[in-house]
């Protein structure tokens, strides 16, 4: 069997840096306000490649890439503390309302 000339080879790493490029201005493209000239211009560059190069495939990817990609998203909530703890971001539980108090409730002994 013939193994692809250096050509082919070449051509199939410069699709893969071209679809990871492309990536990497998706990746960019919120740190601009919309239909700013910058975000326009990322934009631009986008609906050229898209239709020639497409979305990068897994294989197109790096070893780093894949392994970011099969990290299950972190938790909104991780690393906070709950409601009333303290660095919890809530406060403190807010205080009960006049007359319910823990000797106005009616829990005592009866007759006193």
Do not use: C, H, W, Y
Not at 59 to 73: E, T, V
């Amino acid at each position: 069997m013939v193994s692809p000339g250096a050509g082919a080879g070449a051509k199939a790493a410069a699709v893969a840096k071209i679809k990871a490029a492309a990536e990497e201005i998706r990746s960019v493209l919120t740190a601009f306000d919309i239909n700013s000239k910058e975000s326009n211009a990322l934009m631009g560059a986008l609906r050229t490649l898209n239709p020639v190069f497409g979305k990068p495939q897994d294989q197109d990817l790096g070893p780093a890439a894949r392994a970011q990609m099969a990290q299950p998203p972190p938790s909104p909530l991780a690393g906070m503390a709950p409601p009333g703890m303290a660095g919890g971001g809530g406060g403190p539980p807010p205080a009960p309302p006049p007359g319910m108090g823990p000797g106005e409730m009616g829990g005592g002994a009866p007759g006193l």
